[in-house]
């Protein structure tokens, strides 16, 4: 079976249903989990490289058209081939950029998990076509990197676990934050804009006409 073209098209889907919600608050508490996880996808990023790099070499080292199979298994087995070598040379680096890059980004992080993923499908059915088909030396060169690809998408698991429920912590706070703010009772502006009553007006304009009439009568001849 074509495992390898059938799973790549996996790693286009959208992961934006885990993409990260800008424009909470985030706090001391909320910021420590935080630099774990970009930690942690470091440390997976370097590992992945350097194991990809081992697979690519091992893999190129395979025969498989000498394989004892017949023609349509060993035409498999080599595309099988090819598109581990592509994917590590190809798919793999910009993806492991882009998180290096945003190491926070959950959408950033998933399409290379799901990468990872789709590239031990390929490799555990390469191994055990190299177990069955090829020579012993071949199987031991294969099996090694099987179970280190395995391993290091059990781990990228568990950190994307970690990162998504940190995401999960600061909305639920941002949340409460705004239901907080809505809880507060309005606060209450009074503009007095009210016409002044005719008394009023009438009692200004006698004042007027009294201090009007004293400055005249006081003034010099």
């Known amino acids: 079976m074509k495992f390898f073209r059938k ?10 249903t885990l993409a990260q ?5 985030s706090s001391p508490q909320a910021n420590a989990p935080a630099s774990t996880s970009s930690s942690n996808v470091n440390m997976l990023l370097a590992q992945i490289e350097q ?5 690519n070499m091992d893999v190129g080292k ?29 798919a793999l680096p910009g993806l492991i950029g882009t998180v290096r890059a945003t190491p926070q980004s959950l ?3 998933f399409k290379l998990y799901r990468n990872l993923n789709a590239l031990y499908d390929v490799v555990s059915s390469l ?3 190299a177990g069955a088909f090829g020579r012993p030396e071949e199987y031991e060169t294969i ?9 290091l998408r059990r781990n990228y698991a568990d950190t994307l676990q970690q990162m998504t429920a940190t995401a999960d912590d600061r909305l639920a706070a941002a949340a409460r934050q705004g239901q907080a703010a809505a809880s507060q009772p309005p ?10 009553t005719a008394t009023a007006k009438k009692r200004k304009s006698k004042k007027s006409t009294a201090s009007s009439s004293s400055g005249a009568t006081s003034a010099p001849k």
Do not use: C, F, M
């Open 107 to 109: 959408a950033a992080n």
């Open 143 to 151: 099996a090694p990197h099987t179970r280190a690809i395995d391993e």
């Open 51 to 55: 194991e990809t790099q081992g697979l």
């Open 7 to 16: 799973a790549l098209p996996l790693i286009a889907l959208s992961a934006s």
């Open 187 to 196: 606060k209450k502006i009074i503009v007095d804009d009210t016409e002044p």
């Open 21 to 25: 919600s800008s424009g909470y608050v």
């Open 127 to 129: 191994g055990e076509s």
């Open 62 to 90: 395979l025969r498989t058209d000498k394989w004892k199979t017949d023609a349509s298994s060993r035409q498999q087995a080599g595309e099988n081939v090819a598109s581990i070598q592509r994917n590590v040379t190809a």
